[in-house]
Structures are given as structure tokens and as C-alpha cells.
């Protein structure tokens, strides 16, 4: 029926989108127009007036490219914004990864340098005096992360057994100070060893958060996947291939998955 066919191209005129999901809301709205042509006909109607009357029901031509343009425009926007949101959420994740890591290199590098330092305090005399002591608690205070200083005398003790022996030993000179570390930063405080090999071993005590390291990255990239696998769900139900096969392979197989859905995809219209 050529008025069915002319009234569908006038209503989908100037609506951008994915050209098989246009084809497709087309033939779609062309299917629900014949029905309803075929209902009034077995109404008593002719076919004329059964062609009017079941445009006139399904909406004005105006008014029906605007609900259709508005349809395909709010649905490539929400699908958009979903892949961007994923995107987004991926690089943050690494990006905050990243940061994390360096922030942890960086103390771990300022750690190593201040003891160092401290070694360096010790070597100027045979034992440790109260200006020296003083020197080292500075080095400390100096630092964010170093909670506690340990000096040990290993002097009389083979290089070997310098470990087992800090364990149990007193050490020779002992300070601490409070670290920022509320319960939300998730810091463990792990002990940071350096000897000079002949009579001073010196222990720290030392804020790490790399907890948070695991959290975020793992976090991240949940978050992404569940993202990009509602935005490659969306597409594949606009091109009418969506089942559960194809969900699970984009769940577990993200960006990969959808690649094989494409070329599948591709295949399936140069045989058709």
C-alpha cells in the first residue's frame, strides 16, 4: 500500500541513527499500520478509508517524526554517555593506581635515604650520644610516613644472624612518633632494615597504603566492565542479535567480545 509505505518514509525522514535500526523501527511501524488497515477492513471499511483512519490513530506525520527523532537521539545519547562513563571510570581507576604507586615509591625512596642518613650520624662516633640521638629524631620528624626508629648494637653479631637477633634484642636507642593514618586509609605499618655491616643496624617502622592500590584498580575495572557491557547489550538489542550468549561474551570478554560480535555481525550481512 503505497500511502502506508509513503507515510512511514515522511515520519523517518531526516532521523540519524544506525541505518538496520531504522530499517528496522520501520518495518516495524509499517507492520502495526497494515494490521490495523486489515482490522478496519474486516470492520466493513474500504481500504481507503481504513488507510486514513489507521494513520490518523497511529499520529499525526509531525507529530511522529518528532517522537521518532526524539527516540533514536535519546538512545544514541544514553548509550554515549555510557560508553564515556565507562572510559572515564578506567582511566580515573589508573590514574589514582598510578598516583598511589608513585606516592608509595617516593616514600619508599625517602625511607631508604634516611636511613641512610641515620647510618651516616652513627658512623661519626663509636656510640651513640645525646646530640646524635637528637639528629636521628629529626631525621624522622622529617618524614610522613616513618612512625618509629629502631637502633640496634649488632656489633658481637655475625652477619648472618643480624636478623634473628633484632627480633629479641633491645635496641640501643628507640623513637617514635604518631603517623597520620585514620581507618579509611587502610595503612599497614611494616618495618624497613638497614645495617651498615659492622656495628649499627638500624630498623623503621614505615606507613604503607598500598591496600588501597588493589581496591581501586579492582573496583575500577568492575565498574567498567559492567559499563561497557550494558552499552555493547544496548547495541546489540538496537541490531536485534541480543541473547544470552552475547551478554556473557561481552561480560567476560569486554572490548575482545564485542570486536567478535562486529565481525560476526559483518559476516552475517555479506552472506545475507
Do not use: C
Amino acid at each position: 500500500m503505497k500511502q502506508i509505505e509513503a507515510y512511514v518514509e515522511d515520519v523517518y525522514q531526516g532521523v540519524g541513527g544506525n541505518r538496520k535500526e531504522i530499517d528496522d523501527s520501520k518495518a516495524e511501524m509499517k507492520s502495526h499500520l497494515l494490521e490495523a488497515v486489515h482490522e478496519l477492513k474486516s470492520e466493513g471499511k474500504s481500504e481507503k478509508e481504513a488507510i486514513a483512519l489507521a494513520i490518523e490513530r497511529f499520529g499525526g506525520e509531525q507529530e511522529m517524526r518528532s517522537i521518532v527523532s526524539q527516540l533514536f537521539r535519546a538512545q544514541r545519547i544514553f548509550a554515549k554517555w555510557v560508553l564515556y562513563l565507562a572510559a572515564a571510570v578506567l582511566f580515573l581507576s589508573f590514574t589514582a593506581f598510578g598516583l598511589i604507586s608513585a606516592f608509595e615509591n617516593e616514600n619508599a625512596s625517602e625511607n631508604s635515604e634516611v636511613a641512610t642518613a641515620v647510618l651516616e650520624v652513627l658512623r661519626s662516633q663509636g656510640s651513640l650520644t645525646d646530640s646524635m640521638k637528637t639528629e636521628i629524631a629529626a631525621l624522622i620528624d622529617g618524614t610522613d610516613q616513618i612512625s618509629e626508629v629502631k637502633i640496634y648494637d649488632v656489633s658481637d653479631v655475625g652477619v648472618n644472624s643480624v636478623f634473628g637477633y633484632v627480633e629479641n634484642a633491645t635496641p640501643e636507642y628507640r623513637y617514635t612518633k604518631p603517623v597520620w593514618s585514620p581507618d579509611w586509609l587502610l595503612a599497614n605499618f611494616y618495618p624497613y632494615g638497614n645495617g651498615d655491616g659492622n656495628q649499627w643496624y638500624v630498623e623503621m617502622e614505615t606507613r604503607l597504603i598500598g591496600s588501597w592500590m588493589g581496591i581501586i584498580l579492582f573496583s575500577g575495572i568492575a565498574v567498567y566492565a559492567t559499563l561497557f557491557t550494558i552499552w555493547a547489550t544496548i547495541n546489540a538489542y538496537h541490531h536485534k542479535r541480543l541473547n544470552i550468549v552475547w551478554i556473557l561474551v561481552f561480560a567476560f570478554f569486554n572490548i575482545v567480545g564485542y570486536l567478535v560480535y562486529m565481525i560476526m555481525g559483518k559476516r552475517k550481512v555479506a552472506l545475507n
